[in-house]
């Protein structure tokens, strides 16, 4: 559990989630609910998949708070 009382792994997928909807008011909610400076590989997660739904907002704002992006594997072209 974290210091809220919810358990880390809701407010994990909760983060991917909003990136991928493009919900910045909840990206950044959650990125302040976790002071701590929380799970960098759940915000590099978060951040693969802003990248991906072209979501750049999200995606610099997931930078600003810990995500590293040279942790993302390249995605092929389509």
Do not use: N, W
């Given at each position: 559990?974290?210091?809220?009382?919810?358990?880390?792994?809701?407010?994990?997928?909760?983060?991917?989630?909003?990136?991928?909807?493009?919900?910045?008011?909840?990206?950044?909610?959650?990125?302040?609910?976790?002071?701590?400076?929380?799970?960098?590989?759940?915000?590099?997660?978060?951040?693969?998949?802003?990248?991906?739904?072209?979501?750049?907002?999200?995606?610099?704002?997931?930078?600003?708070?810990g995500?590293?992006?040279?942790?993302?594997?390249?995605?092929?072209?389509?």
């Amino acid at each position: 559990m974290d210091v809220g009382g919810r358990v880390s792994g809701v407010v994990k997928a909760s983060l991917i989630a909003a990136a991928r909807a493009g919900d910045t008011f909840l990206v950044k909610q959650l990125l302040e609910d976790d002071g701590d400076g929380g799970d960098y590989d759940e915000r590099t997660a978060a951040f693969a998949v802003a990248v991906q739904a072209f979501h750049g907002d999200i995606a610099e704002l997931l930078l600003c708070g810990g995500a590293d992006a040279s942790q993302c594997a390249p995605v092929a072209p389509t």
